[in-house]
């Protein structure tokens, strides 16, 4: 195959696998900033997926080409209903983060195949009115080279992502809004001390990983299964948390590492056309995703750049 | 006259935790442009009195009064409008963010949003220069002094206009010459017309810069009075609501046979130098050896290695004749030690968890405590009740968490945990850090009590009045090495500041003879 041909293949499979990984990553920092774990991120990922492919299914007819954006704004919001149970449950009632995740976890899926069952009669969606395909980017294929393996039939959700990731970063580090969630998840005594409060921003954080988490979630269905069924999200919230870790709490960094994984992911499909990687088999490819995900939360788990007081329940007054 | 315009006035605040009354009907006026102590044991409710004044907490009944006017401060905002602003004892700092922003947090500079650091970075800097306070305002606070720390905490307080500030124990984590410059500091935001008020439970620090001291115990205001007219000791006695000592009473030591014995002891950091260098000696029954020396002469380490939670590289341990070198924690316990650690919150007790269950720490798996693995609560209340009791150990019950008492009282815990076993040989490390003259005074006396009964024990101190006052025999680290050993009745404190540096013996006699 044409080195050309191959670069692009490769360039654009791995981007389509980041797009779902980078929403949820940057939803993951948003909420761990703020102090609260989120693995929930799954679980909102599934609801995510659910409602844009409802939407998308439902809602066609009426949007046209427009449907999967859409789709993607439909995801985001249930994301957004949802991380409610987990801030509510975290913040005010003082639930252990992880329990309270993992029911997310377990009651999200069970949900949406429930309600798919009922509103399809089946235990997926079938295939979507329309999902993204691939597009050119603002017209940056016409560039010698590089303009051809990266911007050219390629996806556009995960640029929307990548841009997306430049503002969180913005708004994390350059602005006020960042530096007060910030000092929540450091110190929020600190915080409260300067009539910071605390507790609004939890919420904030926990909502914008919602938001970030089921658009993510609306990308996997829409992008790349182009359908929704129990198997859609299958670990890809677990596979981001490790990628925001990996990033170490930082948009940029929790980005490139979502590529990465994106790219991991890719080998399975395109590993065939890669000499070297076509001679291993394709089941470690699969696997090989989720082994780095385990070595890389087993292996930097708990180090210094976690926001201090990350997973611990915030009581005022103490 | 502005000198007599009262600032403050709080008048019968109460509030209560539960039904636990931190504070009790309490009353405090401070006047314009005067340095106000308030002065009062480890809980005795000093800083909940003025969390409420700063709006952490709000009072369960009382009248608070600012420039005059009755207030309810029901946010640290309001406080700030009002003009009261706290530096709080544990420091209130992000280590990951800057001085500046640290300063300007929840009042930044901003355009639409976004941080205008170079104007925030220059208004630190002028607020820095008016004050005298100096501070790095683009280093990250987790890289600057402890002493600097409390400059950006000074400095958050000005910041937002504060004229009214409130220091809680300020100096507990200072050096001799941070503390120095802390009163300079704060005879300067005086004399610019601020009000301070101060609350320690160092006596000499309220004679050094407060005007008037307004005196707490238990919950409820004892007096307040003019500091140059009133001693130290009738301020402790006030503290504490009884005549208070200064000094030890002991009488004269009976030591017997030798219970540890350390020979040829050497021991290795972790970064692999020696910080303990062939050291040996013995503490007897029935005497206290002090360990003097400056922070970090391979006192803590000797201490590990006694307690077995380091490793010796070479030398011998012996503990009541038997070889403890290098045994588990447990063994060494078992064999007769109990142990009062130097950093209580890191090996004294587990924060979290009860006081029962603390005081528990050591027993737990014995009978009656402990029956087939499972463990007998009813037992250890019972037994938590009794040492509390008998130790005073002032907590509002013994199912509240080790994390929610006062130091002292922490520290009370400890001692009661391991003396209530009666080990043959009792180690205390910095056993009055950090804490009043009254906890001091009590613990000072029940290290004596073990001596008489015939224990032996080891008092590790970085303080001279600690270990003049409490040993009987002091040997002096340093450099890892125990330079010399001294009786406690014929040393003086200028010989021990030499041996401390590391003059040898006879030149550190000599020259302290030729001083006197
Ligand atoms: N949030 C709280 N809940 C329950 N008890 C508390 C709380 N805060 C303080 N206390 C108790 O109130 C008493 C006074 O504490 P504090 O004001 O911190 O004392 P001080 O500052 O004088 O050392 C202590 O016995 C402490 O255990
Ligand atoms: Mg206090």
Same mark, same amino acid.
Not at chain 1, 31 to 59: D, Y
Not at chain 1, 79 to 94: C, D, M, P, Q, Y
Not at chain 2, 301 to 315: D, H, P, R, Y
């Given at each position: 195959?044409?080195?050309?041909?191959?670069?692009?293949?490769?360039?654009?499979?791995?981007?389509?696998?980041?797009?779902?990984?980078?929403?949820?990553?940057?939803?993951?920092?948003?909420?761990?900033?703020?102090?609260?774990?989120?693995?929930?991120?799954?679980?909102?990922?599934?609801?995510?997926?659910?409602?844009?492919?409802?939407?998308?299914?439902?809602?066609?007819d009426t949007f046209g080409g427009l449907t999967p954006w859409l789709g993607l704004l439909?995801?985001?919001?249930?994301?957004?209903?949802?991380?409610?149970?987990?801030?509510?449950?975290?913040?005010?009632?003082?639930?252990?983060?992880?329990?309270s995740g993992t029911v997310i976890n377990l009651a999200a899926p069970a949900l949406a195949v429930f309600l798919t069952k009922i509103i399809f009669d089946a235990a997926q969606t079938g295939p979507l009115a329309r999902s993204f395909g691939r597009s050119n980017i603002l017209g940056l294929q016409n560039i010698p080279v590089i303009g051809p393996i990266f911007f050219e039939n390629t996806s556009g959700p995960a640029y929307l992502g990548i841009l997306v990731a430049g503002i969180a970063w913005v708004v994390l580090f350059k602005t006020r809004f960042g530096l007060r969630l910030r000092s929540v998840g450091e110190h929020p005594q600190a915080a409260e001390t300067l009539g910071i409060n605390v507790l609004r921003f939890k919420y904030y954080g926990v909502m914008i990983s919602g938001l970030l988490g089921g658009i993510g979630g609306a990308i996997q269905a829409q992008a790349i299964h182009n359908e929704f069924g129990i198997l859609t999200v299958a670990g890809q919230g677990f596979i981001a948390m490790a990628a925001m870790i990996f990033g170490k709490w930082n948009p940029l960094g929790a980005m490139g590492a979502a590529v990465f994984f994106g790219f991991a992911q890719s080998l399975s499909r395109v590993g065939s056309y890669i000499p070297v990687i076509q001679d291993i088999p394709n089941i470690w490819l699969q696997v090989l995703p989720y082994l780095l995900t385990i070595l890389i939360l087993v292996g930097l788990i708990g180090r210094s750049e976690a926001p201090k007081k990350l997973g611990i329940t915030y009581i005022k007054g103490n | 006259m502005v000198q007599s315009e009262k600032v403050i006035e709080m008048i019968g605040i109460t509030k209560k935790f539960g039904e636990f009354k931190a504070n009790d009907n309490i009353h405090l006026d401070v006047k314009k442009g005067e340095i106000h102590?308030?002065?009062?044991?480890?809980?005795?409710?000093?800083?909940?009195?003025?969390?409420?004044? $700063?709006?952490?907490?709000?009072?369960?009944?009382?009248? =608070?009064?600012?420039?005059? %006017?009755?207030?309810?401060? $029901?946010?640290?905002?309001?406080?700030?409008?009002?003009? =009261?602003?706290?530096?709080? %004892?544990?420091?209130m700092l992000v280590e990951k963010f800057s001085v500046t922003e640290n300063i300007v947090l929840g009042k930044e500079e901003h355009r639409f949003g976004f941080m205008d650091k170079d104007t925030a970075n220059k208004q630190v800097q002028e607020l820095s220069d008016r004050y005298g306070l100096s501070v790095d305002p683009k280093k990250l606070v987790e890289n600057i002094t402890v002493g600097m720390q409390q400059r950006v905490e000074i400095l958050k307080t000005l910041y937002r206009g504060a004229d009214i500030l409130i220091f809680d124990e300020p100096t507990g984590v200072l050096t001799p010459q941070e503390i120095q410059e802390l009163m300079s500091i704060m005879r300067k935001l005086v004399s610019e017309g601020k009000s301070i008020i101060l609350i320690t439970h160092k006596l000499d620090e309220i004679k050094q810069v407060a005007d008037r001291c307004t005196v707490i115990r238990r919950g409820k205001s004892i007096d307040t009075v003019n500091v140059r007219e009133t001693s130290q000791q009738e301020l402790a006695d006030m503290m504490v609501g009884r005549s208070v000592s200064f000094t030890v009473d002991k009488k004269p030591a009976e030591p017997k046979e030798a219970v540890l014995k350390v020979e040829n002891l050497t021991v290795k950091e972790s970064r692999g130098y020696d910080a303990v260098k062939n050291v040996s000696f013995e503490v007897k029954a029935g005497e206290v050896l002090g360990i003097a020396g400056v922070d970090g002469n391979g006192q803590s380490?000797?201490?590990?290695?006694?307690?077995?939670?380091?490793?010796?590289?070479?030398?011998k341990i012996t503990l009541n004749g038997k070889n403890i070198t290098n045994k588990k924690p447990r063994m060494i316990t078992e064999s007769g030690l109990g142990h009062i650690p130097?950093?209580?919150?890191?090996?004294?007790?587990?924060?979290?968890?009860?006081?029962?269950?603390?005081?528990?720490?050591?027993?737990?798996?014995?009978?009656?405590?402990?029956?087939?693995?499972?463990?007998?609560?009813?037992?250890?209340?019972?037994?938590?009740?009794?040492?509390i009791e008998e130790f005073d150990v002032r907590t509002p019950s013994e199912v509240h968490s080790a994390s929610s008492l006062s130091g002292g009282n922490q520290q009370k815990a400890i001692i009661a945990r391991e003396i209530a076993r009666d080990p043959d040989f009792l180690i205390a490390a910095q056993p009055t850090r950090g804490l009043d003259v009254g906890a001091i005074e009590y613990i000072h006396k029940r290290l004596v009590e073990q001596r008489d009964k015939g224990r032996a024990v080891l008092l590790m101190s970085y303080e001279l009045d600690e270990i003049m006052n409490v040993s009987d025999r002091i040997a002096v680290m340093y450099d890892g090495r125990i330079i010399a050993v001294v009786d406690a009745k014929e040393t003086t404190e200028q010989e021990l500041g030499l041996l401390m540096a590391g003059v040898d013996k006879n030149r550190a006699s000599a020259e302290t003879v030729t001083a006197e």
């Open positions: 195959m044409d080195i050309l041909v191959l670069l692009q293949l490769i360039v654009s499979s791995s981007l389509m696998y980041a797009a779902p990984l980078i929403f949820t990553a940057l939803g993951g920092t948003f909420s761990e900033r703020s102090g609260v774990v989120n693995i929930g991120l799954e679980g909102i990922m599934v609801m995510g997926a659910f409602m844009s492919a409802v939407f998308n299914l439902l809602m066609f439909a995801g985001g919001l249930i994301g957004v209903l949802f991380s409610l149970i987990h801030a509510v449950a975290t913040i005010n009632l003082r639930a252990d983060h992880i329990v | 102590a308030l002065l009062g044991e480890n809980g005795a409710g000093k800083s909940t009195l003025m969390n409420m004044l $700063s709006g952490l907490l709000t009072p369960t009944s009382g009248q =608070i009064r600012v420039n005059g %006017q009755d207030v309810s401060i $029901s946010s640290p905002n309001v406080a700030n409008d009002l003009g =009261i602003g706290m530096v709080h %004892q544990h420091f380490q000797l201490i590990s290695a006694i307690t077995g939670l380091m490793k010796s590289a070479s030398g130097e950093d209580r919150h890191k090996f004294g007790l587990v924060l979290p968890m009860t006081l029962e269950e603390n005081i528990a720490l050591q027993t737990y798996y014995q009978k009656p405590f402990s029956n087939h693995g499972f463990l007998n609560y009813k037992e250890i209340k019972s037994y938590a009740k009794k040492l």
